[in-house]
Nanobody, 114 residues
Framework: QVQLVESGGGLVQPGGSLRLSCAVS????????LSWYRQAPGKQREMVAS???????TYADSVRGRFTISRDSAKNTLYLQMNSLKSEDTAVYYC????????WGQGTQVTVSS
C-alpha cells in the first residue's frame, strides 16, 4: 500500500516559488503529525517543516519566513509552499510523519538554478 506520494517539484529560478503536495494515506494523516524533509546531494536528510494534527508548525532556521507547511484534512494532503527559493534549497523533498516512521516515498526533485 502506497502511503506517501510527493509531487510538485521542478526547476525554478532563484527567487521563485513552488508548491509541493503530498498525498497521504488516511490512517497516517489522521494519526500523525507530518513533516517535509529534504536531502541534497552528498548530505543527510533533514527536516525542514513540521505540522501537528492541531496545526501547530515548526520550521528549520534555513527556511523560516520563506516556506509554509499546511494540511488539508478533506483531501488527506500535505503542502509546502516555498517562496524566495535559493540555490541551497535544491534537493529531493519528501514527506513523512514527524518521526519519519512511515515508508518513504520517491520524493520530488526541486532544483533552484538560473
Amino acid at each position: 500500500q502506497v502511503q506517501l506520494v510527493e509531487s510538485g517539484g521542478g526547476l525554478v529560478q532563484p527567487g521563485g516559488s513552488l508548491r509541493l503536495s503530498c498525498a497521504v494515506s488516511e490512517t497516517i494523516f489522521r494519526l500523525y503529525g507530518l513533516s517535509w524533509y529534504r536531502q541534497a546531494p552528498g548530505k543527510q536528510r533533514e527536516m525542514v517543516a513540521s505540522i501537528t494534527s492541531g496545526d501547530s508548525t515548526t520550521y528549520a532556521d534555513s527556511v523560516r519566513g520563506r516556506f509554509t507547511i499546511s494540511r488539508d484534512s478533506a483531501k488527506n494532503t500535505l503542502y509546502l509552499q516555498m517562496n524566495s527559493l535559493k540555490s541551497e534549497d535544491t534537493a529531493v523533498y519528501y514527506c513523512n510523519t514527524n518521526l519519519g516512521s512511515a515508508k518513504w516515498g520517491q520524493g520530488t526533485q526541486v532544483t533552484v538554478s538560473s
